[in-house]
């Protein structure tokens, strides 16, 4: 497998890294692996970093399997052999609870047993990082979709700690454009299989990226929005960005 990767895309990821120390020496740093394009990126991009960074940190990565019909599962281990990277796989019944008639909202149901299953197995084997493969478009579309269904300005934050699990959400990919990834992912031809869960495609944040496309082309009006995603006296936003020179001497320090 070809990990080399521009430098242009590993100083996005080491800078978001740098910015919001994202990975400290000692962290037991689990990957939430769903065999979509976006993790299945962050791995390749974890695993360089876990070669060639000063910090010592353990990386794991980490499956739900819904129980859809047509489980991505054997893929993900293939690939992961590939890479020489653990895995675990989380078997669960999600899919059968979400399908049900009555069952309102799949998505956020299925995101929320899938959380809820990671944290645990996370809880009961020591790690206390989890790093989740959302990127800057996801983060823009958040912050539009909280303004427009609940009236408030809120996005994505490249970590979280969760006081009642005691393990951090990390987001190391939040300053990397969508296009890059789907680029990496078909350079290398990595085939990523579709997911088989019924509702893949309709729910609201598909339409929004559908409706915000041209928007999103855009680079002067994606940086405007960028740029109002920071306030620091909010925590749900940004910090104000960092000073460009400390920055970059905080960035250099990561690699070996
Ligand atoms: N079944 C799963 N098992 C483990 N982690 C998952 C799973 N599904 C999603 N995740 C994690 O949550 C993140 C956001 O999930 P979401 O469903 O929004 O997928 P996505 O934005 O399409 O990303 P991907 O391309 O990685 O599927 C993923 O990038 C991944 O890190």
Redesign the pocket.
């Not at 990957?31 to 299945?40: E, Y």
């Not at 980490?62 to 819904?66: A, L």
């Not at 790093?131 to 959302?134: E, K, L």
């Given at each position: 497998m070809d990990l080399s990767f521009d430098s242009s895309i590993t100083a996005k990821v080491v800078k978001a890294v740098a910015e919001f120390d994202l990975i400290s020496d000692g962290d037991r740093l689990a990957?939430?692996?769903?065999?979509?394009?976006?993790?299945?990126f962050?791995l390749m991009i974890l695993k360089i970093f876990k070669e060639h960074f000063k910090k010592d940190f353990k990386l794991k990565a980490?499956?739900?399997?819904?129980g859809f019909k047509d489980s991505t599962a054997a893929e993900i281990k293939k690939f992961c052999n590939q890479l020489n990277i653990d895995l675990k796989i989380i078997e669960t019944k999600i899919a059968d609870y979400i399908t049900e008639a009555d069952a309102e909202n799949p998505c956020s149901k299925c995101?929320h047993f899938?959380k809820g299953a990671?944290i645990n197995y996370l809880n009961k084997n020591g790690f206390n990082k989890l790093?989740?493969?959302?990127h800057l478009d996801?983060a823009v579309e958040t912050f539009l979709m909280s303004i427009f269904y609940s009236g408030q300005l809120k996005t994505l934050q490249p970590k979280r700690f969760l006081s009642n699990s005691g393990v951090e959400i990390i987001r190391p990919l939040i300053y990397l454009r969508e296009n890059i990834i789907i680029k990496e992912i078909q350079k290398r031809k990595i085939k990523i299989k579709k997911s088989s869960c019924p509702y893949d495609g309709n729910s609201a944040r598909s339409q929004v990226r559908k409706d915000f496309a041209n928007y999103f082309n855009d680079q002067q009006l994606f940086s405007n929005l960028i740029s109002a995603m920071r306030d620091s006296d909010n925590r749900e936003l940004w910090p104000e960005k960092e000073e460009f020179q400390l920055l970059k001497t905080k960035m250099k320090k990561y690699w070996q």
């Open positions: 990957i939430g692996l769903s065999g979509g394009k976006d993790s299945t962050m980490v499956h739900v399997d819904p995101a899938r990671i790093a989740f493969g959302h996801d």
